[in-house]
């Protein structure tokens, strides 16, 4: 089923092209951007516009500190801790790259 104004929307946009409107839009005649993942090209974008990040990638940066950690820890259990938590880490970025590229 149509939109109830659906003629009127293309009288209008007929009419705008008619009289130019579109001609000095910026890359006018030129092609779009290739896209390397057009199913999720909306969603890539506006992270990139906002400076957000994947969660996977927020969490590889919490695993690289855990491991700078283990390097300069000197005591067994805490090592045998920050192990564990790495570990579980792991297992987080995994699922999260998961969810991510689904």
Do not use: C, W
């Not at 790495?86 to 590229?101: G, K, N, P, T, V």
Request: hydrophobic share 40%; net charge negative.
């Amino acid at each position: 089923m149509d939109h109830p104004l659906i003629d009127l929307i293309n009288a209008k946009i007929a009419e705008a092209e008619k009289d130019g409107a579109f001609d000095t839009l910026p890359g006018a005649g030129k092609p779009l951007p290739r896209l390397e993942d057009p199913e999720n090209a909306l969603r890539n974008r506006v992270i990139a516009e906002h400076g957000a990040e994947p969660e996977f990638v927020t969490l590889s940066r919490q695993l690289r500190q855990l491991r700078a950690e283990l390097a300069e820890e000197s005591d067994r259990t805490r090592r045998r801790e920050i192990m564990k938590d790495m570990s579980m880490m792991e297992a987080r970025i995994d699922l999260a790259r998961r969810a991510y590229s689904r």
